[in-house]
């Protein structure tokens, strides 16, 4: 008999040696994240993985699995306590080492292996962990895995069972590394900032970019787990500024920035300024629409209304469905509709055939980046970006809302906006044109402009943005709208940030 795992134990006690310990909370729609020692212990991490391994037997799939970890100081050694479980649990386990995030899943490809466990918890401070797990590639766990794992976990409903075995697959990033640059070179000379924030996408991104013919700027690429400058994430402006600031320095063509676990990319352009990546979504669709007649793609609720109204996307025959946040729903959405590619505002981009395999790589984004820039000759990253339509758009605005409370404010908030289309009213002025509410709502008005509110995931928090292609004024207009019927709900509290 295995223990079941304790929600709390206190450090440096014999129960915390001895006992597992997994806070619930760890347990994510489409991951699992926790504060390493405060959340979970060594003996938990054992205890999830024989909760996985026990899963993936459930669900009838071969227990077979890749697993690498990220680079933190606990990583290695959170991943050799996972291994145990998945052994005792009965599954053969191929080691790949030190990885990013995108390199596990290429190697469930590669090695013909079903399931993965990536042991990162991607751009989070210091002191996180987590696990990014799949058991049907290229998707990853959606919120019904996730919830069955976090019952067998916390029940300790293992049924062991003998036969795991485990082989570690020496010098595996040569070949995920081999099959990102076995394609032809670059025709024109790009100069790239590499930006990597000490992160694991160091030891990697530098020289898949220098082999399809880059002059590569590298920029904090040494693994430093301590994160000594700023955190690696994309989204951030810290790192945003560096590369900035790396570019014009270096007059480079293009910055690139990979977050910890190497599944995103930001991008910052020859003047130095940030494009947000569901613009670079947009550009990287009219460079892919031009060669794939009729392409479809997926981009999800918070992105550009430019992927409808872009004209050159319509000119191109090019089709955008939008979907959930979340890069677990937009991988399977992108998979379900065999779209050529999937955008997620976050930066999780998912590429199918024959630009990827489906799953979300950072460096196949930056490989579709400077791909783009040499089918433009004579065009700078500014240029394709100054070449779309003007929208003006908000940040992403979080008004607290209590876990208990925003599933039902969000449901509040789509039926009132169904009532108002259902009755032909007018939102300032504006008909609605179109409503979506796969994840929330979203509703477009006569002009383009549009507002969304949808859950956070995993924050006591909802999400607003809103953007307009006619004026700063009439964003302001759809900020006031929603903020308005958002104002009807007592349990919504104040923003992080207001335009």
């Known amino acids: 008999m295995f223990p079941k795992p304790k929600p709390v134990l206190v450090p440096n006690t014999y ?4 006992e597992p310990m997994v806070k619930p909370t760890g347990f994510r729609e489409y991951d699992a994240r926790w504060l390493f020692g405060k959340e979970i212990n060594l003996m938990g991490v054992q205890a999830l993985g024989m909760g996985l391994g026990a899963l993936i037997a459930e669900l009838g799939v071969k227990q077979e699995i890749v697993t690498g970890h990220d680079f933190r100081g606990y990583s290695a050694s959170i991943k050799y306590a996972l291994i145990s479980g998945l052994m005792a649990a009965g599954c053969k ?45 290229p998707l990853t766990f959606g919120p019904d895995e996730m919830t069955r794992l976090k019952e067998i976990v916390l029940g300790a409903s293992f049924g062991n069972k003998a036969g795991g075995s485990y082989q570690f697959h020496e010098n595996y990033p040569a070949r995920y590394i081999a099959d990102l640059t076995n394609r032809a070179k670059l025709k024109r000379k790009l100069k790239v900032v590499a930006a990597c924030g000490n992160g694991t996408a160091g ?11 880059c002059e590569v700027i590298p ?86 209304g430019l ?41 999780h981009f998912f590429f199918n055939t024959p630009f990827g ?10 490989i579709a980046i400077c791909e783009m820039l040499d089918r433009a000759p004579g065009k700078s990253m500014a240029d394709l970006k100054n070449a779309l339509p003007k929208t003006w758009s ?3 605005m979080s008004p607290h809302c209590a876990d208990e409370a925003k599933y039902g404010v969000v449901d509040a908030v789509v039926k009132h906006f169904e009532g108002l289309q259902k009755k032909g009213a007018k939102i300032g002025g504006q008909a609605i044109r179109d409503l979506v509410t796969v994840n929330g709502v979203r509703v477009t008005v006569e002009d383009g402009s549009w507002g969304l509110v949808r859950a956070s995931s995993n924050k006591p928090e909802l999400v607003v943005v809103v953007e307009s292609p006619v004026s700063e004024q009439r964003m302001r207009d759809m900020f006031e709208t929603v903020d308005g019927v958002l104002r009807t709900h007592p349990e919504v509290g104040e923003y992080n940030q207001k335009i």
């Not at 190697?107 to 799949?134: E, I, R, Y």
């Open 15 to 18: 129960a915390f040696e001895s």
């Open 93 to 137: 386990v191929h080691d790949i080492g030190l990885a990013v995030t995108p390199m596990a899943y290429f190697a469930q490809f590669d090695l013909d292996v079903p399931c993965v466990a990536m042991v990162t918890a991607s751009h989070n401070d210091n002191g996180w962990t987590g696990v990014k797990m799949g058991a049907n590639r």
């Open 203 to 213: 030891a990697f991104a530098p020289q898949v970019l220098d082999a399809i013919g």
């Open 219 to 304: 920029l904090d690429t040494e693994l430093d787990h301590t994160f000594p400058k700023y955190n690696p994430n994309p989204e951030d402006m810290e790192m945003l500024h560096a590369i900035r600031d790396a570019v014009l320095q270096h007059k480079a063509d293009v910055g690139l920035g990979f977050d910890g676990d190497g599944d995103r990319c930001g991008v910052v352009d020859n003047t130095g300024e940030e494009i947000f990546a569901d613009k670079v979504g947009v550009m990287l669709a009219r460079d892919m629409s031009a060669i794939h007649k009729d392409a479809q793609f997926v981009v999800d609720v918070k992105s550009t």
């Open 307 to 347: 992927f409808i109204t872009d004209p050159v996307l319509q000119k191109q025959g090019a089709r955008t469905a939008y979907w959930k946040t979340g890069h677990s729903y937009m991988k399977r959405r992108t998979n379900e509709l065999g779209a050529l590619a999937g955008f997620e505002k976050s930066g």
């Open 357 to 366: 395999r489906g799953y979300d790589d950072g460096l196949v984004s930056a």
């Open 394 to 396: 908000s940040p992403t």
